[in-house]
């Protein structure tokens, strides 16, 4: 039987950040061209499907990014979910600062963005507006290509501030 922890009343950070790493996520880098011609890109693990009809996704990047104005002046980016074995390139493009790309393998999508050797799937999408969400941004990006690479890895997940995998289900 599971013992509930107390409820802490007010939220504070630490309380906040225990409970929500308790949900899994998967692993994406966001990827981009900057204004100044060099590749940008950042580890997110708020990556969701927001609508089919038109097709929409959402990412989360925080207000304190230096990536993130790069990514937002490029107009354009790519999603590279991550497969299970690119946990470094996760942790590569999770640090402030350096040449995230450096060692990095991939190829210029159809708007330039750099799409990841290795991923488990590409989506490729233009920015379609930015919403305020406190400490962080809402990204929303209109989807206008996209990929899902048939690769016999699992997908690279985050839980409880620690990478994981899960086991594809059998077909």
Same mark, same amino acid.
């Given at each position: 039987?599971?013992?509930?922890?107390?409820?802490?009343?007010?939220?504070?950070?630490?309380?906040?950040?225990?409970?929500?790493?308790?949900?899994?996520?998967?692993? *994406?880098?966001?990827?981009?061209?900057?204004?100044?011609?060099?590749?940008?890109?950042? *580890?997110?693990?708020? %990556?969701?499907?927001?609508?089919?009809?038109?097709?929409?996704?959402? %990412?989360?990047?925080?207000?304190?990014?230096?990536?993130?104005?790069?990514?937002?002046?490029?107009?354009?980016?790519?999603?590279?979910?991550?497969?299970?074995?690119?946990?470094?390139?996760?942790?590569?493009?999770?640090?402030?600062?350096?040449?995230? %790309?450096?060692?990095?393998?991939?190829?210029?999508?159809?708007?330039?963005?750099?799409?990841?050797?290795?991923?488990?799937?590409?989506?490729?999408?233009?920015?379609?507006?930015?919403?305020?969400?406190?400490?962080?941004?809402?990204?929303?990006?209109?989807?206008?290509?996209?990929?899902?690479?048939?690769?016999?890895?699992?997908?690279?997940?985050?839980?409880?501030?620690?990478?994981?995998?899960?086991?594809?289900?059998?077909?």
């Amino acid at each position: 039987m599971t013992t509930l922890s107390p409820l802490t009343n007010p939220v504070d950070d630490t309380a906040m950040k225990s409970a929500l790493s308790s949900f899994c996520t998967g692993v *994406a880098v966001i990827t981009a061209v900057a204004d100044d011609g060099r590749p940008a890109g950042m *580890a997110v693990q708020s %990556f969701s499907s927001v609508s089919l009809d038109p097709p929409l996704i959402c %990412f989360c990047p925080a207000h304190t990014s230096s990536t993130w104005p790069r990514i937002r002046a490029a107009g354009r980016f790519a999603v590279n979910i991550l497969s299970a074995g690119q946990e470094p390139l996760s942790r590569q493009f999770a640090v402030t600062g350096g040449d995230k %790309f450096e060692g990095v393998r991939w190829t210029p999508g159809a708007h330039g963005a750099p799409l990841l050797d290795g991923a488990l799937a590409t989506i490729e999408c233009d920015l379609d507006d930015v919403l305020d969400g406190g400490d962080h941004a809402i990204a929303l990006g209109r989807v206008t290509a996209l990929a899902a690479h048939r690769t016999a890895t699992d997908p690279l997940v985050y839980f409880r501030r620690t990478y994981g995998r899960v086991p594809r289900a059998p077909r």
